[in-house]
């Protein structure tokens, strides 16, 4: 299994709260792609910002590719959600 981090921001949202990361999570699971190898999702609201990992099935032999496609049609669910890498 491998972990693909990152992070989510709102300009609605300065300070996302537990909601908005539930809800986050909610939608992702909604759209998942249950062959893109996605095992769980986790969400934590930060200062300004809510944490994302996606844990993929396998040693990650699918690469950044396979892994970058399914994050891509997740965050086609998530319209006004922005995502950046971890600071």
């Known amino acids: 299994m491998h972990l693909v981090h990152i992070v989510l921001t ?3 949202l300065p300070q ?4 908005d990361a539930e809800r ?3 939608i ?3 759209h998942v792609d249950h062959r893109s190898g996605i095992e769980h999702i986790r969400t934590r609201p930060g200062p300004g910002a809510v944490d994302l990992g996606l844990f993929f099935s396998g040693d990650g032999s699918h690469g950044a ?3 970058a496609a399914a994050l891509a049609g997740l965050l086609a669910a998530l ?3 922005a995502a950046t890498a971890p600071r």
């Open 79 to 81: 319209p006004g959600w």
């Open 16 to 19: 996302p709260s537990s909601a």
């Open 28 to 30: 992702l699971w909604a």
């Open 65 to 67: 590719s396979h892994a």
């Open 24 to 26: 986050v999570l909610d």
């Open 10 to 12: 709102h300009p609605d």
